[in-house]
């Protein structure tokens, strides 16, 4: 069962986590000290008649050089992402007790849900489809051509109460002559309790164990 209610938006921003490279750089060194003993090695045991042309040494390391320049920067570029991360995590961990804004499926424990509809356009009708983690249809109803937010209470139209459990809603709607235009997710809010630093894209993840990108959430407001 839908009916309409009010909602109010917050806004946040997130930034990225720490670590740096020591071991590899202790690798690189070493291997340069190899390469010159061999270098030294090949210089003594040369042939006087036919001695080794210097231009073949100065093409060599600087090879070496160019791969040894490279191995740094991309640990530089690790360490600098790694420490954005640490950043981010400090900044989000201000997130965790609130409720973000998001299209992935939410917990539903009794307590209706605020939803957030999106107007295809040309729509014309629009109803509320109502989604188990399965993709399975457990409610369906009517909605005003508008983005008023909306409360799902957990009854389906026969009365029967749904189930506890996670649910993500998408607004279906026809256009003029009856077309039926694509589906479009709708919105609600889920409490945040844990953030996480997932390679380079933080995450967070709502009560019931859902999760979505942190640059998915698009308000936050405080937990009610």
């Known amino acids: 069962m839908i009916s309409p209610t009010l909602t109010s938006n917050g806004a946040a921003s997130a930034v990225s986590a720490a670590a740096s490279a020591p071991q590899t750089k202790a690798v690189l060194s070493s291997d340069f000290e190899t390469f010159i003993k061999m270098l030294t090695t090949q210089a003594e045991y040369q042939d006087p008649l036919e001695p ?3 231009s073949e040494y100065a093409a060599q390391l600087a090879q ?5 320049q490279q191995v740094l920067s991309n640990d530089l570029l690790t360490a600098l992402a790694n420490q954005l991360g640490s950043s981010t995590m400090g900044q989000m961990a201000g997130w965790i ?3 973000g804004r998001t ?12 939803v957030l509809p999106t107007v295809p356009p040309g729509a014309q ?6 989604y188990d983690v399965q993709g399975r249809e457990v409610d369906r109803g009517a909605l005003p051509v508008s983005s008023d937010p909306v409360l799902w209470a957990g009854v389906k139209q026969d009365g029967q109460p749904v189930p506890a459990g996670l649910y993500r809603f998408e607004v279906e709607a026809t256009g003029s002559g009856d077309i039926n235009l694509p589906a479009t997710p709708a919105a609600t809010y889920a409490r945040i309790v844990e953030v996480q630093n997932v390679g380079t894209e933080p995450r967070v993840i709502f009560a019931g164990g859902a999760e979505a990108p942190a640059a998915s959430i698009s308000a936050l407001r405080e937990g009610t």
């Not at 070496?64 to 040894?68: A, D, I, L, P, R």
């Open 64 to 68: 070496f050089s160019m791969v040894e």
């Open 97 to 99: 007790g609130m409720e």
């Open 52 to 54: 080794l042309d210097s």
């Open 103 to 114: 299209t992935a499926p939410v917990q539903f424990d009794s307590a209706p849900l605020t």
């Open 125 to 130: 009708a629009m109803e509320l489809v109502v």
